[in-house]
């Protein structure tokens, strides 16, 4: 492994020559290991409380500087997601103690299933105890503490620095739709299994990496804290260039899983998530071990916001017939929606939906959708902007629901029909879901030119 290292440090002086942008960049990472046993995230059911930790997980900060003096963030976080009530309280910290705006934050979760419940993120999955509860929040306080320290750490790491950017591959990515049964056969087996990397070098070492992949953190699903197959691949990079971060961004997941998985055998499930996170940290190397095309700013950046609207949901009249009949899950979802009948006179007809674009100069723009975007989008967008200069991520902001393109909701299932309710929303989104959306893109694409 020394050896191995070693060769790849000097291809990377041989290739690396010096580019001319005038970037500072800072990075920094926090521990966010829970100190006791706390709810695990991701599944319904059952509360799952964490008995051991697999390896530790982290909050990870890239800050950029570029010639105009403008200063922007990103987070990466091996959790599941952030909900509306999160990006509020860290956006706002933010903005106040580092003088970062909205706009050049962003706010990525690997969307990781082996992590911590946090503050209301997938309310209505989750049945816990006031002791349950206690231990959550004292959790996501520890959280909030990190979100502030991380952006802190890498802003005042800020150095002159070199960025560059290259795709690789992987193949572990399949999509879930597809695999779900025999009657899923039918349906297209559509992946994106490109892996997007920006280097950043400062005195001939690696500072950071930020790399991404589409596809569901759910190799695992026990009792352990850990990254999955992102925190795997991320614990690799770090041992192969020491001193660096490895940041990974989750990009548009929402219908791919890590496939063949193993239920029920730990030990071997988290065996097969280490291979799959090692397989992923080798293209990532591959692509340092190459050119990369230098990224030349400045970092223009734009953030605007859509409405999706819901399509009718279920007349409270009906919802009160039903509800004597449900448990678990089910029964929380429609007393939420009773509620909102009672208290705001019926459900929300629309879901707000941000987008951020970060263009790097002609050589990389990077978009980044809210909640679990389906690969649709990703390849959508990558062949109307370019295959190989757009880095297309979902899962930031908060995780307000699956985002179906226009193909996924018309096949229905789970995606982009049934899924919606878990999120407490009354129904699937209209068919103009996919318009409205790439509109958007195109406005906030139109303003970083
Ligand atoms: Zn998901």
Redesign the pocket.
């Known amino acids: 492994m020394m050896k191995a290292s070693w060769i790849l440090g000097l291809l990377l002086a041989c290739f690396w020559m010096p580019a001319n942008a005038a970037w500072l960049a800072g990075a920094a990472r926090a521990d966010i290991t829970p100190v006791e046993s706390v709810p695990l995230a991701?599944y319904g059911g059952k509360t799952r409380m964490s008995q051991r930790v697999d390896h530790p997980i982290w909050l990870k900060s890239l800050a950029l500087r570029d010639e105009s003096g403008a200063t922007s963030v990103l987070v990466t976080a091996d959790l599941?997601g952030l909900s509306d009530k999160m990006i509020a309280i860290i956006a706002k910290n933010a903005a106040e103690k580092h003088h970062i705006p909205r706009e050049r934050l962003i706010l990525n979760c690997s969307?990781n299933h082996s992590c911590p419940v946090t503050e209301d993120v997938l309310w209505l999955y989750y049945e816990f105890t006031p002791q349950e509860v206690a231990a959550k929040n004292r959790y996501t306080a520890m959280v909030y503490a990190k979100y502030d320290e991380v952006i802190g750490a890498a802003i005042a790491a800020l150095a002159p620095a070199e960025l560059r950017f290259d795709q690789g591959l992987a193949g572990l990515a399949v999509n879930r739709r597809r695999a779900r049964g025999p009657e899923s056969r039918a349906l297209g087996g559509q992946v994106d299994q490109d892996v997007p990397v920006i280097a950043v070098k400062a005195s001939e070492s690696l500072k950071a990496i930020v790399f991404g992949y589409s596809c569901?953190t759910?190799a695992l699903g026990g009792l352990s804290i850990n990254g999955d197959y992102a925190g795997f691949a991320q614990f690799e990079l770090e041992k192969t260039f020491p001193g660096c971060v490895a940041m990974f961004v989750q990009n548009c997941g929402?219908d791919a899983n890590p496939l063949p998985r193993i239920r029920g055998h730990d030990a071997e499930a988290v065996d097969l998530a280490d291979r799959y996170g090692r397989i992923l940290a080798e293209a990532v190397r591959q692509v340092l071990a190459g050119t990369m095309t230098p990224l030349s700013g400045p970092l223009k950046v734009a953030m605007g916001e859509t409405e999706l609207p819901l399509q009718e949901g279920i007349p409270l009249q009906e919802l009160k017939q039903r509800l004597p009949n449900l448990t678990g899950m089910p029964r929380r979802e429609f007393e939420h929606f009773i509620r909102q009948h009672e208290t705001a006179g019926g459900t929300p007809d629309r879901v707000r939906y941000p987008i951020q674009v970060w263009r790097f100069g002609p050589e990389l723009t990077y978009m980044a959708l809210t909640g679990?975007t389906v690969v649709d989008y990703s390849l959508k967008f990558k062949a109307s902007n370019g295959w190989n200069t757009t880095w297309v991520s979902g899962y930031n902001n908060d995780l307000l629901s699956?985002v179906p393109s226009l193909r996924v909701l018309r096949e229905g299932g789970y995606e982009g029909v049934s899924g919606m309710f878990e999120y407490g929303h009354r129904g699937p989104y209209t068919e103009a879901v996919e318009d409205l959306i790439t509109a958007k893109v195109a406005e906030l694409l139109a303003k970083t030119r």
Do not use: I, L, R
Request: net charge negative.
């Open positions: 991701g599941v969307h569901h759910t929402g679990e699956y």
